[in-house]
């Protein structure tokens, strides 16, 4: 690892502790004196994703992310309840999903969880996830809500 600052290799760590997404450590260059921040997370064995077309993929938790935040943009919801979401979504897929967990089962989980947080989101994501074909599906959809 090398300093951000001035690429030297040396440093100290003046702070660790855990945080939701494993250790975080705060470091300080031995040679420029500035400060910067790592984080080391414990990497679990690999889940995978069963697509509609049942191709198999591995699961990558930035799109989770990216889709989720794309449903809360703009919303009154803290980053730190949206990044709770994802890490319990993340730890749910890794327990079902050794052998595989269907697209579909992640789009439930996803939605229930949004659901719970925020109604604008949960719509937006639904869009997407279900593929509304007309507005009709959509209007179902805001009535059960």
């Known amino acids: 690892m090398n300093c951000p600052h001035c690429s030297h290799t040396n440093f100290k760590v003046t702070d660790k502790r855990s945080s939701p997404n494993g ?3 705060r470091r300080e260059c031995l040679k420029c004196k500035k400060r910067f921040t ?3 997370k414990i990497e679990i064995g ?3 994703v069963i697509k509609k077309d049942e191709r198999r993929e591995k699961f990558q938790r930035e799109k989770l992310e990216k889709g989720i935040e794309r449903a809360f943009e703009k919303r ?3 980053q730190e309840k949206i990044q709770k979401m994802i890490n319990e979504v993340e730890e749910q897929i890794r327990k079902k999903g050794k052998k595989g967990i269907k697209s579909s089962l992640i789009g439930d989980l996803v939605s229930k969880k949004i659901k719970k947080l925020d109604k604008v989101a949960y719509i937006r994501f639904a869009s997407v996830y279900r593929d509304f074909q007309d507005v009709k599906e959509f209007k179902k959809e805001l ?3």
Request: without cysteine; aromatic residues 14%; glycine residues 0%.
């Open 23 to 25: 250790v975080r450590r």
């Open 38 to 40: 790592t984080y080391e």
């Open 46 to 48: 690999e889940a995978y």
């Open 76 to 78: 009154p919801i803290s």
């Open 143 to 145: 009535k059960e809500l």
